[in-house]
């Protein structure tokens, strides 16, 4: 099974300041079709997670440009330009790819 | 606009029953292969199971602390994912969500409110 690794687990960003979360599969990614099904997740404190970021690096609809994903292969990274009060939360990284899918462990963001 | 309807939580004894149901809107669902997951309090998300297209035989995968006891379907005709959960256990106790697998058919991003399963005597 492939097993999904994220760093760091807990990362205190001060408000304008980057933010950077990797995540590492233990297989690579790339489908037989050509895609890479790596998706992130932002879930906010009691809130629902959503989806902000599907094949490595397409943003959702009404996600702020301040996302970015980016990678290949068997790594990847959450970027955050700029952090601002609302993205705090956990992030977690998902391959889509291989069966069973799985979920990384979370990162949790919060304001330093 | 995308939206996933969950319902079908509540409390049940261990060894029991419940049947999750997922209304979908805003994508054709015939189209989409569907996957549940959950997330016990606190803890992190897990994938549970999915299903794949009529087109794509309607095959479906679980996870290994679910096989057997779980089974997912689904009615086209009514835009509906479901999840048979039969012998729960207190470990089962989460809220599950459905949400839409990323294809190269479809890649619509949502995700519901969730319902919340208590599995305890």
């Known amino acids: 099974d492939v097993v999904m690794t994220q760093s760091p687990l807990s990362l205190p960003v001060t408000l304008g300041q980057p933010a950077s979360i990797s995540c590492r599969s233990s297989?690579?990614?790339?489908?037989?079709?050509?895609?890479?099904?790596l998706n992130w997740f932002q879930q906010r404190p009691g809130q629902s997670p959503r989806r902000l970021i599907y094949k490595i690096s397409n943003r959702d609809s009404g996600v702020p440009d301040r996302f970015s994903g980016s990678g290949s292969g068997s790594a990847f990274t959450l970027n955050i330009s700029s952090l601002e009060a609302e993205d705090v939360g956990i992030y977690y990284c998902m391959q889509g790819t291989h069966w069973p899918r799985a979920f990384g462990p979370g990162t949790r963001v919060e304001i330093k | 606009e995308v939206q996933l309807v969950e319902s079908g939580g509540g409390l049940v004894k261990p060894g029991g029953s419940l049947r999750l149901s997922c209304v979908a809107s805003g994508f054709t669902f015939s189209n989409a292969w569907m996957t549940w997951v959950r997330q016990a309090q606190g803890k992190g998300l897990e994938w549970v199971g999915s299903?794949?297209?009529?087109?794509?035989?309607?095959?479906?995968a679980y996870a290994a602390p679910v096989k057997g006891r779980f089974t997912i379907s689904r009615d086209d005709s009514k835009n509906t994912l479901y999840l048979q959960m039969n012998s729960l256990k207190t470990e089962d106790t989460a809220i599950y969500y459905c949400?839409?697998?990323?294809?190269?058919?479809?890649?619509?991003?949502?995700w519901g409110q969730g319902t919340l399963v208590t599995v305890s005597s």
């Open positions: 299903i794949k297209t009529k087109t794509d035989g309607v095959t479906t």
């Open positions: 949400i839409i697998e990323c294809t190269s058919t479809i890649c619509a991003p949502g």
């Open positions: 297989q690579s990614l790339v489908h037989i079709d050509g895609n890479t099904y």
